[in-house]
């Protein structure tokens, strides 16, 4: 299990360079898969959205652009969202930068109240987190009945070929690369790492389930390294014979 002060401490640290490592560690493919999770994401022009694990913002602004109401970012590394900030103040769509808001806070315990958001994202970030569970169940306690949840996260490919090839690039080719351009071996030796012992899909489906999420699905991208989870909070059904909500009962 990752350290929380460890991982915050490593993104803290890589911050800066953390955009340009994503596009060259993905060859620029993490775009296809960040717009499934906005398409499941099913955002419209009343949507209030939490982007959790929001790092220097990608999601966020995805949402921002795809016409939510409001965005709100929230991740505990403050360097990170340092980022997020300088590109809020430059991103090509003002208008939609502008209804988002970025605050520091643990996926763990969010810093919100129950029911307050449509939509719960969190990409690439919950392979991170000390205690899966706890996080969905937050996830679950931020999201109003009905609201989606959408996760992405890097998974383990099922076909040997693939394997091989996941190995060869997360475990040869990525920490060097990560020593060149983000100048940390050691943080992108641990990023490979911290997915060897993720859930495989249905198992995080499961966590996601037993958070009380409904409606739960997933399905794989990028040759199978890539996993998006998504799923609906339910709505609780009235008892048969409860009174409608706008039934005031006599003498009240
Ligand atoms: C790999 S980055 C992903 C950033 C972004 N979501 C993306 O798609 O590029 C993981 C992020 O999760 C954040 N994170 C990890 N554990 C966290 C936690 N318990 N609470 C809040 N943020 C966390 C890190 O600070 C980091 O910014």
Request: with cysteine; hydrophobic share 45%; glycine share 8%.
């Amino acid at each position: 299990m990752p350290k929380a002060d460890d991982v915050r401490t490593m993104f803290d640290r890589i911050a800066g360079r953390y955009d340009l490592m994503n596009r060259v560690m993905t060859l620029g493919i993490d775009k296809r898969w960040r717009a499934a999770a906005i398409r499941a994401a099913k955002v419209d022009p009343s949507t209030r959205a939490l982007d959790v694990c929001c790092g220097t913002g990608d999601i966020s602004f995805l949402l921002a652009e795809a016409g939510a109401e409001h965005v709100t970012g929230a991740d505990f590394s403050e360097n990170m969202l340092v980022e997020a900030r300088k590109r809020q103040k430059s991103h090509r769509d003002p208008a939609a930068a502008k209804r988002i808001d970025f605050v520091q806070g643990d996926a763990m315990a969010l810093p919100f109240e129950d029911d307050s958001f449509d939509v719960v994202t969190v990409s690439f970030g919950v392979r991170n987190v000390e205690v899966l569970a706890t996080a969905f169940e937050e996830f679950a306690r931020v999201a109003r009945p009905g609201a989606r949840i959408v996760c992405l996260e890097i998974t383990r490919p099922k076909s040997k070929a693939a394997n091989a090839f996941y190995d060869v690039w997360f475990d040869r080719v990525v920490p060097v690369l990560g020593g060149i351009v983000s100048r940390d071996k050691a943080a992108y030796t641990y990023l490979p790492e911290s997915t060897k012992t993720f859930p495989r899909p249905p198992q995080l489906a499961e966590i996601l389930r037993d958070a009380g999420i409904g409606e739960v699905t997933w399905r794989r991208f990028g040759g199978g390294i890539v996993a998006l989870h998504r799923g609906v909070l339910p709505v609780p059904t009235k008892p048969a014979g409860a009174p409608a909500d706008d039934v005031v009962a006599a003498g009240t």
